[in-house]
């Protein structure tokens, strides 16, 4: 709105998720739904990182399909090929146990405490599992509260915020993600350029990177139940774990690259000002 009354030339919106969610109350939804198709009438493009949330702009009448561009995240392989058997002794895990891992800020979006709920179930039936929970926020006082009740202090381990995430996932047998809303996670396809298995929550982007049953599984958002009769599956078999890790990793093409990523922006950009500047000048 800013940059449309300062009459910017060119207007660009990257949707990392739309502004609005299934679990917002119903006017503010709509409140939401409603700026977001007043701002699309003088925004040049709408950039998104997945079919879904295009599909989910169109839905609500958010632009028309010619001023949606696809343009997904772009990682760095080369970060994700390292080999770190010190990250387990440095954070007090012995070699041989079984590390189930989620790195998410601590917010209602994530849902980290369905992640405490997770362990708790596992841990009913696969004793000696533990739970790696990556990144802090405002639910944080909420989650130890949840690993006390359920008695899970020496199950579950809470790092905080980390800045050596590839080193972190390298300690990762499996990957969890109980997401109730995304547009297309990061830290999903920076688990599958690690060659981990993903377990994930049904929801935005996830659904066109993650291959069910090859690559990794969904399941419904908020049911505990079935992503723990997932993860037992995939923890009991340490060749299955493998061969969905070797398979994430070789989904990934160029489109997920980081120089694939910068091109198509800068691309766009040039494009958009080249016209627009065509535009003024007749």
């Known amino acids: 709105m ?11 919106h ?31 493009k709408l950039i998104v990182v997945s079919n879904y949330d295009q599909q989910k702009g169109l839905d609500k009448h958010i632009g028309k399909e010619d001023k949606y561009v696809l343009i997904r995240y772009g990682i760095d392989y080369t970060e994700f090929n390292i080999k770190d058997q010190n990250i387990r002794e440095e954070l007090g895990i012995n070699p041989n146990e079984l590390i ?25 039936t696969t004793p000696g599992v533990k739970f790696l929970l990556v990144g802090d926020g405002i639910l944080h006082k909420k989650i130890e509260r949840l690993i006390h ?22 300690a990762f047998d499996v990957f969890v993600l109980t997401s109730l809303w995304e547009g297309l996670p990061i830290s999903v396809l920076e688990v599958m350029a690690s060659s981990k298995p993903v377990i994930a929550t049904n929801t935005g ?9 090859t690559s990794g599984f969904l399941v419904p958002r908020g049911d505990m139940h079935r992503m723990s009769e ?12 493998m061969q969905m890790g070797q398979n994430a990793r070789d989904s990934l093409n160029f489109n997920f690259a980081l120089p694939n990523m910068i091109k198509k922006n800068e691309n766009l950009y040039e494009g958009l ?10």
């Open 2 to 12: 800013a940059a449309g009354l300062a009459k910017v030339k060119v207007i660009i």
């Open 14 to 44: 990257t949707v990392h998720g739309w502004s609005f969610n299934d679990y917002q109350p119903r006017l503010e939804q709509l409140f939401f739904i409603w700026l977001e198709r007043l701002t699309a009438q003088f925004t040049d």
């Open 100 to 124: 189930v891992g989620m790195v998410a800020c601590f917010k209602p979006q994530k849902s980290p405490q369905d992640f405490i709920k997770l362990a708790f179930l596992v841990s009913q």
């Open 149 to 170: 009740k359920f008695n899970l202090e020496k199950q579950v381990i809470l790092t905080s915020w980390r800045r050596d995430i590839p080193r972190i996932l390298q």
């Open 205 to 213: 982007g996830v659904v066109g990177v993650i291959v069910e049953g």
């Open 230 to 241: 997932r993860l037992v599956v995939l923890l009991k078999d340490k060749n299955l774990r």
């Open 273 to 282: 000002i080249k016209r627009k500047g065509e535009m003024y000048a007749n």
